[in-house]
């Protein structure tokens, strides 16, 4: 009996911290969350911006960009899938996460994409596998074009960039009424930010939501300005020709942020591409299904290596 004591007592004060200090807690359960998937926290400094971004395992390098409103611990989850086989990295664009915000300068997907290389110019890599998701899959794609010598494969998770992929009743009504649930106008919206996200929500504790909810509405001002730029950027198909990168273009059949059918853009884009439409999930695969989406990129990975001599 004094054993459930005390463990309703450490529940309850459990409960009163999360109410009382939500980002403290978030921050705690983010550091367990990467020690889990063998990531480290660095930083470096970008063109006038500080970049925190996490790293871990050892191998060929694979960088992972995050999307719009997201951060680098969109792929905290799935990267102790991956961390065993490559050198992971994931930073935090400027303008999110715990990266420097800059209200005056400018972030159209070209601007990330120099930054970007930047990023990987002070890394010293010289060769990489470059993923991304929805605004990162924007860049990605977008990078792979004057970087095409550094870049020896895709991995663009429901990413945006093409008219296909923009027409989305979200976005129309976005442009009809300025209304986003990835613009956070109060705390409270942030649970249809994930609602509109997620078709299969992964698990987030509500102290999270309401830390992520507060620096959504701190966010708001700057990241509507961030996607009326990232909605005036021209789109892929409109700039470059097909390109011969191999790519893996995965898409959540349920996605109400992008369009499915964009994935068949994709796929002209990048001729050897191989495209999956993951049924029951929504816009993040790699947090929705961190399992199955890695399982299907190593498998990816496995086909792109050259074959062992007999």
């Known amino acids: ?25 978030t921050a705690a359960g983010l550091w367990l969350e990467r020690r889990i998937s063998g990531l480290s926290t660095r930083s470096l400094h970008v063109d006038g911006f500080d970049m925190p971004y996490l790293e871990g395992g050892k191998g060929e390098v694979l960088l992972l960009i995050h999307g719009f409103g997201g951060d680098k611990d969109n792929f905290t989850r799935i990267a102790r899938f991956l961390t065993p086989h490559y ?21 159209g997907m070209a601007d990330q994409v120099a930054r970007v290389h930047g990023f990987i110019t002070q890394l010293g890599i010289e060769r990489l596998h470059l993923g991304g998701n929805s605004m990162g899959g924007f860049i990605a794609a977008q990078f792979a074009v004057p970087y095409g010598h550094l870049v020896q494969s895709l991995w663009l998770l429901d990413p945006a960039g093409t008219a296909a992929s ?18 956070v106008k109060q705390v409270e919206d942030f649970d249809e930010t994930i609602r509109a996200t997620t078709h299969k929500a992964p698990f987030l504790p509500r102290f999270a939501r309401i830390a992520l909810g507060r620096r959504g509405v701190a966010d708001l ?10 909605q ?29 059918a964009g994935a068949a853009s994709f796929k ?7 495209v999956i439409i993951m049924a029951g999930i929504g816009h993040l695969p790699m947090a929705e299904a961190p399992r199955q989406s ?7 990975r496995a086909a792109l290596a050259p074959a062992a001599p007999a």
């Open 294 to 300: 890695a399982r299907d990129y190593l498998a990816f």
């Open 268 to 274: 002209l884009l990048f001729p050897n591409a191989h």
């Open 87 to 107: 050198r992971v990295i994931i930073p935090d664009l400027p303008g999110f996460g715990d990266a420097t915000r800059d209200p005056k300068a400018s972030y």
């Open 166 to 183: 923009h027409d989305s009743a979200m976005l129309r009504n976005y442009e009809k009424t300025g209304a986003c649930p990835l613009l």
């Open 1 to 25: 009996m004094v054993y459930l004591y005390v463990v309703g007592a450490a529940l309850a004060v459990l409960f009163l911290a999360a109410r009382l200090a939500p980002v403290g807690m």
């Open 232 to 260: 005036e950027s021209p789109l892929l198909e409109q700039t470059y020709q097909p390109m011969p990168t191999p790519a893996l273009v995965v898409w959540g059949a349920e996605d109400e942020i992008l369009s499915p």
């Open 221 to 230: 001002a700057l990241h509507t300005r961030i996607m009326r730029q990232m």
